[in-house]
Each structure stands twice: as C-alpha cells, then as structure tokens.
C-alpha cells in the first residue's frame, strides 16, 4: 500500500477513539482556531472552507455535508 492509499483511507475511515475522520478532525480544529483569532465570533462558511483547503482537497459540497454531519451551524449559504 502506497503513503497516497493509506492517507485516503485515514481520510475516510473513522477513529476507533471518537469516530471522527481525519478530515472532520481538521475541519473542527480550523473552526475552534479561526473562532479563537475571531475572538469567539462566528466564523463565515468562506472563510473556513478556505483555511479548510490548506489541509484537505474538498469541494465546497463535501465541506457543507460534513459540516451537517457534525451539527456545526452555517450561515445557510
């Protein structure tokens, strides 16, 4: 198995810990760190997606079904 399969199915497959992917694991850490520099206020879907983007290949599709799939409110965009 090559290092690119093995980092796709980190991607996909949930951790036995919390039963979070790599992928949800990265999009919660960007939204505590952005709201963090936001001084808690609330960070745009944009914004995220594009911090998001540095870390993992998603569109922006894939990025608001996770976001469902972890109860995270959006703006509705």
């Given amino acids: 198995m090559t290092s690119d399969e093995l980092n796709t199915l980190l991607d996909i497959i949930p951790d036995v810990r919390d039963g979070l992917t790599r992928t ?3 999009i919660l ?6 709201q963090r520099e936001l ?7 944009v914004m995220l997606y594009g ?13 608001h079904l996770y976001l469902d799939r972890l109860g995270v409110k959006g703006d509705g965009r």
């Fill in 24 to 26: 949800e694991r990265i």
């Fill in 51 to 63: 911090r998001v983007l540095e870390y993992v290949s998603l569109s922006e599709q894939e990025l």
């Fill in 39 to 45: 001084d808690g206020r609330n960070v745009p879907t």
């Fill in 29 to 34: 850490y960007v939204l505590q760190e952005t």
